[in-house]
């Protein structure tokens, strides 16, 4: 509405004459026909999601301490994140927490406008790295990291996050 009080402001300044203004308003008016917005599915089925989706769930759903030496020199957590397909298909694939940080700084510069969307891991901890309580806490965090990639169009279908799921 403000845009047509300002084209009729602007028209009124070349127009001499008010009456020839309301003719041509009236005219004009009649002439214009708006069409419809028209809105297309493009989805080859009704329940189809976006092609860059396809996991409908992920977790981690538990760890395993791989021993090093005596020492616990060497020793490392692997965990076992599971994932749920678009089409139920389920598998699970293991990963160090290295991986995701590998992954997290790819994704980083591969998407850097995304950066809000991108959440952090959970922090490292060089003293309590075995103990349950900070193991659990851990499996929440990259719990919630995977569910937020992996949820998210722009990044599940990245090569990146394809190839981290690869068995």
Not at 67 to 80: D, E, I, K, P
Not at 83 to 91: C, D, N, S, V
Not at 99 to 112: I, N
Not at 132 to 148: V, W
Request: charged share 20%; with cysteine.
């Amino acid at each position: 509405m403000l845009s047509r009080t300002c084209s009729r402001t602007h028209s009124i300044s070349s127009i001499a004459n008010k009456s020839d203004l309301a003719k041509r308003n009236s005219s004009r008016d009649s002439l214009q026909v708006i069409a419809p917005i028209l809105l297309l599915d493009n989805t080859v089925t009704p329940g189809e999601n976006s092609p860059s989706l396809w996991a409908r769930n992920v977790r981690v759903t538990d760890y395993t301490i791989v021993q090093g030496s005596r020492t616990r020199a060497g020793a490392y957590v692997l965990w076992n994140c599971w994932i749920e397909t678009l089409e139920g298909a389920q598998f699970t694939v293991r990963r160090r927490y290295s991986e995701f940080v590998t992954l997290r700084d790819k994704l980083c510069v591969t998407f850097p406008r995304s950066l809000a969307s991108l959440p952090a891991l959970p922090p490292k901890s060089v003293v309590s790295k075995f103990r349950a309580a900070f193991l659990e806490n851990r499996r929440q965090g990259l719990s919630y990291f995977l569910s937020c990639i992996l949820l998210n169009p722009e990044f599940a279908g990245s090569p990146l996050v394809k190839d981290f799921f690869a068995a």
